[in-house]
């Protein structure tokens, strides 16, 4: 959908008949991206008696002005371009912008998006380039005995490759996420199509199982390992088994990876590092990182640091410098060192947020199955 | 997502340590579906000096009342089990249920969705049946020039099926929609796996094209009309060639059909009706009916009706009872009977909303292919 799709919504009223009106009333265009990278935020709201934006990307709260028309308003940046999310305060109350059709869906409330264009067409964006497909299949869990879903993607030109064989990347959202946010929010398959077009990246097929065994929110105290561990249980007896009865995949570790952003990162470091029989390839975007020493899941995998090191082919661990997860990571960074574990550790710019982990991914796949 | 996603916020904060701060402060739980149907809709804002609920399935708009903690709520009900939308109008400004995280997005503004779950599972739940799978497809429309997307449904068994044919449906989603809405709001997967077990529907693959050459938000006055040109257009030219190289189906027009919802309606009897030669099976569902008289795109379908209801295998015509497009569709069937072509023509109850399509979709897809 085009960040123009907002635009014009009473003309479309006029060419669908079928519509239904449109919930505003008179047409309030918000956001507006201008040419130069500003946005101007705007709100109907004739009897709200508070606006604020919230977009930690802009530096936080900032209150909307209102005009004679009762329409809030405010005008930021210029902006660098990304696909950035905001939401508002309404009278106290934190929503979603309503003139807005673009949101990102998250368990733990929506956010609206704004997309900033690059000059050109950028690493996620929808290229004149060949393009990959995505697949949703069910299946019963038999870690939780439950229906559940889990996203492919098949590279260009996987269809028609006869018997070739494709490397895998098992790819893990966040606690808010589910399946989908990385293909809808994260834009993954965009992403490989133009890296792969770009020669950067080898061909490979990208699995986004559903991260929550334990249903969310029916979490308790203590269900955070449990679900890592359903959730590793889960991705070993029914997952990898489903991908590679349905998919032309090597079946061997060197050509399999693991990765994911938050508590997906750490579901990456507990199945990576102790399932190494399993997984060659290792990566975590701003990690909900293990306990390093307590955490049964990966306390084994330092005993035998040549071990490790001759098994992993790559250990990539890296964190916004403005994430609340920060100092987590470079606990398990140290921990990493002490024992002489060869990995990669970077701290880049950014927060916990979808632009820090679209460009991890970017960073990430071109180092994989070399 | 279960509905029950939503409760617990702040216990799987402490479970899920990666995850940010719950954005409202004190979890507040909302909707809250009773086990005897009843829905109690809940807003935390002390700052706000009027929340109303607006639910047209409950009769409209619907005050909530402020309680002395802030929280502001109302019971309703009980309700038939459906899954159903709704919004908020928080000091004037209508936006969704912060703290419900499923939402149904639309073109035109997002809407909470509530889920009264039936005793049983019913014929659009996840159920224990064999599943069929997604596909999504990009492909370069020739007529828009656009990279354009499209959903595949292929049912159960199809990958296994060896060299056996499909007939297909090819299902259009309303004016406010896109290609993924039939999917993940109408979950017309689950419907036909469902129907498909239960033996009531042959298994077909469904197709599930994006109803917008035209931009969204690009339109003027007349780009209805050009909209729906450029669809049947590229529907021809390029979704049934994208679908008839990369699956296993008849290319048989008595093993096609067409059917949509609203704009989508409207866009169905265009390609049916006038491209007899592609499709035997023709379903509105609520439609945006053209003008049968003036439309260019259909008005030759009564020239010959004795050719017409010979080709014509079903020309399924729904509307419910409450819908604003009821007279349309009165006015479109009366000229049906007037040229004396076949047609099944029904008022539902309902108004213009998804419990009407995802229960036409259950009704008509039992008659194709018969």
């Known amino acids: 959908m085009s960040l123009k799709s907002s635009l014009c919504l009473l003309a479309a009223a006029f060419v669908f008949p079928a519509w239904p009106q449109p919930p505003q009333g008179p047409r309030t ?8 990278g500003r946005i101007t935020f705007r709100l109907r709201g004739p009897e709200a008696q508070s606006v604020v934006l919230n977009a930690p990307w802009a530096g936080g709260e900032i209150p909307l002005v209102k005009g004679e028309d009762g329409v809030w308003s405010i005008t930021i940046g210029p902006v660098e371009p990304d696909i950035l999310d905001y939401t508002y305060r309404i009278d106290g109350v934190r929503t979603i912008d309503p003139h807005n059709p673009r949101v990102k869906l998250w368990l733990g409330g929506a956010a609206s998006l704004v997309e900033v264009p690059a000059e050109a067409p950028t690493y996620y964006d929808v290229q ?17 005995n439950r229906p559940r879903r889990v996203f492919v993607y098949t590279p260009p030109g996987y269809a028609a490759s006869g018997e070739r064989l494709y490397p895998v990347l098992y790819l893990l959202h966040g606690a808010g996420d589910d399946e989908s946010t990385w293909s809808e929010v994260g834009r993954a398959p965009l992403i490989l199509d133009n890296l792969i077009a770009a020669g950067k990246v080898e061909p490979m097929i990208v699995v986004m199982p559903n991260g929550h065994p334990v249903r969310f929110g029916e979490a308790s105290r203590g269900t955070g390992n449990r ?20 998919y032309r995949v090597h079946k061997d570790r060197r050509k399999r990876a693991i990765a994911g952003l938050s508590m997906g990162g750490g579901q990456s470091l507990a199945a990576g590092l102790s399932r190494a029989e399993l997984f060659a390839y290792v990566g975590a975007f701003s990690s909900a990182a293990p306990d390093p020493v307590e955490d049964a899941a990966v306390k084994g995998f330092t005993a035998d640091p040549r071990k ?20 987590r990571n470079q606990v398990f960074v140290e921990h990493l060192k002490e024992h002489g574990i060869r990995h990669t ?9 979808w632009p820090v982990w679209r460009r991890y991914l970017r960073d990430f796949t071109p180092l994989l199955f070399r």
């Open 227 to 246: 679900n890592t561990e359903l959730f590793v249980d889960e991705l070993v007896k029914d997952v990898i088994p489903l991908i590679e009865s349905r």
């Open 128 to 144: 004149d380039v060949p393009h990959g497909d995505l697949h949703v299949h069910w299946f019963r869990s038999s870690a939780s």
């Open 29 to 36: 265009v918000s956001p507006e991206v201008h040419s130069d």
């Open 308 to 327: 490790t090191n001759r098994e992993t082919a790559l250990l990539w661990i890296a964190v916004g410098e403005k994430d609340f997860l920060l100092k």
């Open 345 to 353: 550790y970077l701290e880049t710019p950014g927060d916990h947020s």
